[in-house]
């Protein structure tokens, strides 16, 4: 049993174009989260959802718009893909006030 | 400023040889401590955490940390590095969002570490 997955794991676009993320965790977690991986390897939080609703909403340009329909799914929508978008981005979750947080195996995104 | 520094980017062990991995944080909330693996082309796992409970931790893997409060430091190391043990690790430490409101996790720039034969 997956316990937090996403889709597609690879993404592969022209600039300009919008594309969406989907990532859903079975663990039962309140809190789900989005981050950015560079290609050095640092890992920059975008966003954390809890309960359905937004609480971390770091300094992440508005082209970058996260949906959470329940609270174990937390989708990322990014409109007008520019390179700089390429990364892999991750999904995580976590249980409230536990911190301990659970990744998925990641979506490569290439921006052509 | 709350910060995770891990010092150096990537070590080299051989097989057999003792693993130090280092972090040193800041953070303005009592700290809980965390060093995650990575894999190549994998997502990122726990290998142990620190949350206000022993200092000495002991993970998955046969590594383990202590947590140094006097020495902000949360170094990770295990006895006799194996081959599999090549992989990205981060260490990361709670602390508080930009808004002040809640609690996030920051994360140190990675280590990569090589175990050669």
């Known amino acids: 049993d997956t316990a937090v997955s996403q889709t597609p794991k690879y993404l592969v676009t022209q600039m300009g174009n919008d594309k969406s993320i989907k990532c859903e965790q079975n663990?039962?977690?309140?809190?789900m989260y989005w981050y950015k991986q560079d290609s050095k390897k640092f890992l920059k939080i975008m966003f954390s959802?809890?309960?359905?609703?937004?609480?971390i909403n770091e300094t992440v340009p508005n082209r970058f718009s996260p949906k959470s329909p329940d609270k174990a799914h937390l989708n990322l929508h990014i409109n007008s893909l520019e390179l700089g978008d390429s990364a892999v981005y991750f999904c995580?979750?976590?249980?409230?006030?536990?911190?301990?947080?659970?990744f998925g195996p990641g979506t490569r995104l290439t921006v052509t | 400023a709350q910060s995770v520094t891990q010092l150096g980017s990537h070590v080299s062990v051989s097989e057999g040889a003792l693993v130090l991995l280092r972090c040193n944080y800041s953070?303005?909330?009592?700290?809980?401590l965390f060093w995650y693996v990575q894999y190549p082309n994998q997502g990122l796992q726990l290998l142990l955490k620190?949350?206000?409970?022993a200092t000495l931790v002991k993970g998955i893997n046969g590594f383990e940390a202590e947590f140094k409060k006097s020495e902000t430091s949360f170094h990770l190391t295990k006895p006799s590095a194996h081959m599999s043990d090549a992989a990205e690790y981060f260490c990361?430490?709670?602390?508080?969002?930009?808004?002040?409101?809640?609690?996030?996790?920051?994360w140190g720039l990675g280590t990569s570490l090589a175990v050669n034969p």
């Open positions: 995580a979750s976590s249980q409230a006030e536990v911190y301990e947080q659970y």
């Open positions: 663990l039962g977690h309140d809190t």
């Open positions: 959802y809890n309960n359905k609703e937004l609480i």
């Open positions: 953070s303005s909330v009592p700290p809980y």
């Open positions: 620190y949350t206000s409970a």
């Open positions: 990361a430490v709670t602390a508080l969002n930009n808004a002040g409101n809640n609690r996030k996790l920051i």
